[in-house]
């Protein structure tokens, strides 16, 4: 039987973004998300998106898993298609729902009809195929408040739709609606769990990675990669830069004082993004920064960090505990990949007991010290970009 993806959308009470640019966003995102299973054609139909394949062998499950992972869905269901006759819908029902109507106790149907001239009426569609299935499995129960199973007919314009209960979608809004921004995704657990949180409002991601080579090995920027493809399953294609930050890194080390050297470490790490940030056009930073977590992450340590910032810094996960993150990381997928045992530029030069209150004068004092901009300006110049999807 022919199957379609009938997708719900998402926040539509939207202020500034009309349902149209809204839907043509969300539709233009599936495309590209489905785009390597074969060619989709998608309706707009009420308050429904209607995603057919145009290909005989598409690979449906996967074109599933796949939108699942849209951002702008709230829900979906798999639908079978048939002809607008009625012993027709009975046999599709049992047909497309017949395994999943056996695994359950209780069931209902639920007939619209957006056709008002079809000859059945809402209340005999129910009666007919509620019958038909009860005489097919006669353990079954009808319970009309609390189903295990609801069974929607949908009798539109030229078909009708079979389908079971909705599958929940990634909610959110489509990627893009938001405009870009910059990820700073170190190979943690925290910043890919950022990355994918933002995504789910609606930016798109660049993500910038500090390396710092030989101190880290190509082996570790492999890994943070790795991490981008996992959260690129939401977000879309991710721009993907790696900045060789060893230089700066070194000449901190050699003259700030060593309980400063993290926070001007971050510092520069913000300016170095700010200017990959702006060539990228994004608006704003993301970080996966979670307050008080380590001593960078203190109200004063931040405070610092944002004096230099030209841009909102977001950190998504700044209200967040270890715990609260490592859920949603388990959840997206990233959480395996973040455990493994690779080395991050961060980790290289730690001081002993950084400054958990860092005094701002003091910093710049420290940093002004050296001439950074040259600096910045080489590790900006060797940035390597590539995309990754
Ligand atoms: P994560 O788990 O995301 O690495 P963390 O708890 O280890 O975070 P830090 O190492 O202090 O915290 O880093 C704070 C944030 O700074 C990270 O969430 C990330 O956004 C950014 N960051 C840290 N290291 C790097 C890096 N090598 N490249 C890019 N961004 C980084
Ligand atoms: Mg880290």
């Known amino acids: 039987m022919k199957k379609v993806i009938l997708i719900k959308n998402g926040e539509l009470v939207l202020k500034?973004?009309?349902?149209?640019?809204?839907?043509?966003?969300?539709?233009?995102?599936m495309k590209?998300?489905?785009m390597s299973l074969g060619s989709f054609k998608f309706t707009k139909a009420q308050s429904t998106i209607m995603a057919e394949p145009e290909d005989e062998d598409v690979d449906f499950d996967e074109a599933v898993e796949r939108i699942k992972k849209v951002f702008g869905i709230v829900a979906f269901s798999v639908a079978g298609v048939t002809e607008k006759d009625l012993e027709k819908i009975k046999e599709a029902v049992m047909d497309f729902l017949g395994d999943e109507l056996?695994?359950?106790k209780t069931f209902k149907v639920n007939?619209?009809?957006?056709?008002?001239?079809?000859?059945?009426?809402?209340?005999?569609?129910c009666r007919e195929v509620g019958g038909y299935?009860?005489?097919?499995?006669?353990?079954?129960?009808?319970?009309?408040?609390?189903?295990?199973?609801?069974?929607?007919?949908?009798?539109?314009?030229?078909?009708?739709?079979v389908h079971g209960n909705q599958v929940k979608g990634a909610g959110g809004m489509p990627v893009g609606s938001s405009g870009r921004a910059a990820l700073l995704l170190s190979g943690g657990i925290d910043s890919p769990v950022a990355g994918y949180m933002m995504a789910k409002r609606g930016l798109v991601l660049t993500a910038i990675h500090f390396a710092a080579p030989p101190y880290t090995s190509p082996r570790a920027e492999l890994k943070v990669k790795t991490l981008a493809s996992i959260v690129s399953k939401y977000?879309?294609?991710?721009?993907?830069?790696?900045?060789?930050?060893?230089?700066?890194?070194?000449?901190i080390k050699d003259n700030c004082p060593e309980e400063l050297f993290t926070i001007i470490m971050r510092r520069l790490m913000m300016?170095?993004?700010?200017?990959?940030?702006?060539?990228?056009?994004c608006q704003a930073l993301i970080t996966g920064e979670s307050l008080g977590q380590v001593a960078s992450q203190t109200i004063g340590a931040i405070a610092c960090t944002d004096a230099v910032a030209t841009m909102p810094v977001f950190r998504p996960c700044i209200g967040m505990d270890k715990e609260e993150i490592i859920t949603v990381a388990r959840k997206i997928g990233t959480f395996e990949t973040s455990l493994e045992p690779y080395e991050d530029c961060c980790t290289v030069f730690t001081p002993k007991h950084p400054r958990t209150r860092p005094i701002l004068e003091n910093v710049e004092a420290?940093?002004?010290?050296?001439?950074?901009?040259?600096?910045?300006?080489?590790?900006v110049e060797k940035t390597r970009f590539c995309s990754v999807e």
Do not use: C, W
Not at 272 to 280: K, P, S, T, Y
């Open 366 to 379: 420290a940093e002004n010290a050296v001439d950074f901009e040259e600096l910045i300006e080489r590790a």
């Open 235 to 251: 977000s879309g294609r991710i721009n993907f830069a790696v900045v060789p930050f060893t230089e700066i890194q070194e000449h």
């Open 32 to 34: 590209r998300r489905l």
């Open 111 to 125: 007939a619209k009809r957006s056709d008002k001239k079809f000859r059945y009426k809402s209340p005999e569609i």
């Open 102 to 104: 056996r695994s359950v």
């Open 271 to 281: 300016k170095v993004a700010l200017r990959i940030a702006e060539r990228d056009k």
């Open 133 to 161: 299935i009860l005489s097919n499995i006669p353990s079954l129960k009808v319970d009309v408040h609390n189903p295990e199973l609801t069974v929607t007919v949908e009798v539109r314009d030229k078909y009708v739709f």
């Open 16 to 29: 500034g973004l009309n349902r149209s640019t809204f839907e043509d966003m969300l539709i233009k995102n």
